[in-house]
């Protein structure tokens, strides 16, 4: 069973607010991902970080929103300014290596945005 | 067109039987991954693969890279095996990032 902790579970934003989810990753686990689910089942990867450093994110991701993994604490994903497109399942997943590894995955923190 | 296309996108068993979802890629897909979504929304692995086969439990899948698709076979299901399953493919390099099926949405019935 998965170890990956996200928090909040929930949140609920109004449009233009800043909006803020947590994922500590499973420990020993060097990378960590980053995925939208939205409500057509559909996946966006977002960013993935390698210890502190970012290995790749999408224009949306740089344009639009703030991630970081920062040594001993949790990594967080937070959006500038909330639009109704954004809201979705945000899912983090860890691995041991970026690419031939499993992905662990959280239960994700499901943003609304009003 | 899809990247990762899944079929079908729903199925509904009877307890007891058995049944196979599918996953075609267009992509050059190296290593696929199988996930089941429960409906507190948390993802469980349930295979990680190369080409060839494995098994768990009930479980069986497969993945020809050759002929670009995956197979995930469910023997016997049981009312917990119901949810959504997700096929992911990752096309190796320096892309690490995972392109997922749209999912098969299983009912499993008494």
């Known amino acids: 069973n998965s170890k990956v902790i996200q928090t909040p579970r929930y949140l609920v934003k109004g449009q233009g607010q800043k909006a803020k989810m947590r994922c500590i990753p499973e420990k020993g686990h060097p990378v960590v991902f980053w995925y939208q689910q939205n409500k057509n089942n559909e996946f966006k990867f977002l960013i993935n970080f390698q210890n502190q450093e970012v290995l790749q994110q999408i224009d949306m991701t740089e344009k639009r929103f703030s991630a970081e993994c920062p040594s001993n604490s949790p990594c967080s994903l937070e959006i500038q300014s909330s639009e109704a497109g954004d809201s979705a399942l945000y899912l983090c997943?860890?691995?041991?290596?970026?690419?031939?590894?499993?992905?662990?995955f959280g239960e994700g923190s499901r943003l609304i945005v009003v | 067109g899809d990247k990762v296309k899944q079929s079908p996108s729903a199925l509904s068993l009877q307890e007891g039987t058995n049944s196979a979802l599918r996953c075609n890629f267009s992509?050059?897909?190296?290593?696929v991954q199988w996930f089941l979504q429960n409906p507190r929304g948390s993802l469980i692995n349930l295979f990680y693969?190369?080409?060839g086969t494995k098994e768990n439990g009930r479980l069986k899948s497969a993945f020809d890279s050759k002929e670009s698709y995956s197979t995930l076979h469910i023997r016997d299901a049981q009312l917990e095996d119901s949810g959504t399953y997700f096929c992911?493919?990752?096309?190796?390099?320096?892309?690490?990032?995972?392109?997922f099926g749209k999912g098969t949405l299983l009912t499993v019935t008494p």
């Open positions: 992911a493919a990752d096309s190796g390099g320096s892309n690490y990032k995972l392109t």
């Open positions: 992509i050059a897909a190296t290593t």
């Open positions: 997943a860890s691995s041991l290596q970026g690419s031939g590894n499993t992905l662990y």
């Open positions: 693969l190369v080409p």
